[in-house]
Nanobody, 112 residues
């Protein structure tokens, strides 16, 4: 059974930083982070392949950085210059081709 265990969410002031981590129980070619704010659809934040190719949502480009440690099956999301509109539940995703796997979600709240 695939498990994705997230950590690193919390409350931060605008302009602050947080780092999310997601440890997977297996290896996946594509891993990423999505987020869902109250009343909104889940949206892609960033994705990364085992080779290090990345793509980002326009709203986070230049502020967020996704990375991964393939040896540890772990993906990270470094979030800088956080804004109130970044407030959401952040979900780790592992793309296995025929199936998607999701973490339990971690809350990120940006507020003064």
């Amino acid at each position: 059974q695939v498990q994705l265990v997230e950590s690193g969410g919390g409350l931060v002031q605008p302009g602050g930083s947080l780092r999310l981590s997601c440890a997977a129980s297996g290896s996946f070619y594509v891993m990423g982070w999505y987020r869902q704010a109250p009343g909104k659809q889940r949206e892609l934040v960033a994705r990364i392949t085992t080779g290090g190719s990345t793509n980002y949502a326009d709203s986070v480009k230049g502020r967020f950085t996704i990375s991964r440690d393939n040896a540890k099956n772990t993906v990270y999301l470094q979030m800088n210059s956080l804004k109130p509109e970044d407030t959401a539940v952040y979900y780790c995703n592992a793309d296995a081709g025929a199936a998607d796997y999701w973490g339990q979600g971690t809350q990120v709240t940006v507020s003064s």
